[in-house]
């Protein structure tokens, strides 16, 4: 028998949620129409469909908690924290951005926030998360290190030597994978062996469940309690969180990989239409109420844009900063 | 005869030889039905299938590997890394395995596989997207690596890769790809690897460029009496045309939009001071990337070597 959203969350948590994604969702379309502009360059991974991972998944970890992601990054930081105004002038290259404008797009960081950093290396991440439990397990610190990365990863040799290792010495790593199907334009039964990703963890004897990633309720629920799992435990667990990209894997690629219809089918699934329709039914909030809320977020974006077209670039000379102390 | 990009040029090259022979098989992750990251197999999956084009898990050093084990078994494998920047997790395979198995079998094995990256920057992408650390992938012997600086060039050199008993790493200037055309016969021919090509002849100063920097640097010329070397094939590197355009102009610059320090430069600069020195009239320059990881957006500019430091250099050997 499903609960009621107010038996789980508050109104303000709900609330917040819908804001998160309608920002992350505003935000990623903002960006295909700068990149479209030429005002973002090189390479652009959108996360459009996936915002219930992100949203659910930052708010079932407690802030001191570390955030590791792949490539497709920016909603992460957003909703960790980041300022939406510099992760935009960071894809812009300008010298307020995040990362001062020298990274971009597939590189955020912002350890103010315990956001560990995008990887543009596909599994790249996977050591450094383990690396970084390790730490906070020998400093006696309470925190739970949550490594998200894509269902292509799970494929490098990366994966396989971290999650032994995870569980090996008992570390306290959440694994989060947003499955979205596609591995560029390989679909997961193309590319693993075990299409159900979930199972893989047994060779490494880490616990293991399937979530459903387009519902930010259910990600935040099972992220939640496995955090608090690996907390109280000091051992890993693995989440598959099933989810869809619904644009290309980056700008440049047009998705002919896949049918018009079977895009359609999810969109049926989009977590945001979908968590509106539940907070109409409850009685959480009024049309006008979530109306307002798109304005707000959408204000927040265009604000972000225009504080990144007024940004001065870098320096030139900020060419040699950060190398070396 | 076609006007052809670098991109084409390349698929011509890999389609031609897959038709001549049919041990040439290619793999690496979207190689296929997607026509790889930039498109440069477009159309090679239709045409000969899924088993001689072969869409891989997302693996680098499992691509490498595997390509390893084809070739020590007669096959001529032809891996794609989608960028210079991922072949990083793939080294050891490269480095370790593919560059020694002759000398590790003593000559009973040979490993003929080329692999295939684009490189280098220019194309506004950040760090890993745009690497050209070239220079780590020449410390190893056994393996040769070839830079292509246009479309005939690249069909001809890529085509004698293939050929090639050896394994070569195949780096294809990104920023290159698409941006001039060039007349390219349809047919077969090789350039040959480890021959530099005189790309402009001069008498009074000697620049040795490769990939992407030689077009910057034949725009850069214009009004030097300048000969301008194309290397082509970096290891092993002809050596002896750049000693003897040296022996005749006395002077020499380098351009790589690699980072300075070990970068390949260094190499030629120290082998011609090995063998040449006494016909020096000024001391050797380099037009070097700053030793920093590439940055993003607007200060590529200033990052890549441009001809206003090409310019300088020039001014500043022939003056000296």
Known sequence: MAETLRELLSEEELLGFFEQMVLCREFEESCAEQYSKGHITGFLHLYTGQEAVAVGCTAGLQEKDYILSAYRDHAQAIVRGADPKKVMAELFGKATGLCKGKGGSMHLFAPELNFMGGYAIVGGQFPIATGLAWGSQLLEEDRVTACLFGDGSMNQGTFHESLNWARLWDLPVLFICENNFYGIGTEVHRASAQAALHRRTCGYDIPSEKVDGMDVIAMYQATKRAAEWVRERQRPYFIEAVTYRFRGHSMSDPAKYRSPSETDVWKTRDPIPNLSRRLLEEGIATKEQLEEITKRCLARVEESVRFAEESPWPEDAAVWEDIYV | ?320
């Not at chain 2, 610059?253 to 970068?263: D, L, S």
Request: with cysteine.
């Open chain 2, 1 to 320: 005869m076609a006007q052809l990009n670098m991109v084409q040029a390349i698929n011509q090259a890999l389609s031609l030889e897959m038709a001549r022979d049919d041990r040439v098989l290619l793999l690496g992750e979207d190689v296929g039905r997607d026509g790889g990251v930039f498109r440069v197999t477009e159309g090679l999956w239709e045409r000969f299938g899924s088993e001689r084009v072969i869409d891989t898990p997302l693996c680098e050093a499992g691509i490498m590997g595997a390509a390893i084990g084809m070739a020590a078994y007669g096959l001529r494998p032809v891996p794609e890394i989608q960028f210079l920047g991922f072949t990083y997790s793939a080294f050891e395979q490269l480095f370790a395995h593919a560059a020694r198995l002759r000398s590790r079998s003593r000559g009973r094995y040979s490993c003929p596989m080329v692999v295939r990256t684009p490189y280098g920057g220019g194309i506004k992408a950040p760090e890993l997207h745009e690497e050209s650390t070239e220079a780590l992938f020449c410390q190893v012997p056994g393996l040769k690596v070839v830079v292509p600086s246009g479309p005939y060039v690249a069909k001809g050199l890529l085509l004698a890769a293939l050929r090639d008993p050896d394994p070569v790493l195949f780096l294809e200037p990104t920023r290159l790809y698409r941006l001039l055309r060039e007349e390219v016969p349809e047919g077969e021919y090789l350039v040959e690897l480890g021959r530099a090509r005189v790309a402009r002849g001069g008498n009074s100063v000697t620049v040795v460029a490769w990939g992407s920097m030689l077009e910057r640097v034949l725009k850069s010329v214009e009004g030097y009496d300048a000969e301008v070397l194309d290397l082509l094939t970096l290891n092993p590197f002809d050596s002896e045309a750049i000693v003897k355009s040296v022996q005749k102009t006395g002077r020499l610059v380098i351009v790589h939009e690699a980072a300075k320090t070990c970068g390949f430069g260094a190499e030629i600069a120290a082998t011609v001071a090995e063998e040449a020195i006494l016909h020096l009239r000024a001391p050797i320059l380099r037009v070097t990337a700053p030793d920093v990881p590439v940055p993003l957006a607007k200060l590529i500019d200033h990052y890549l070597p441009g001809a206003e430091q090409i310019r300088n250099a020039l001014d500043e050997v022939l003056q000296y």
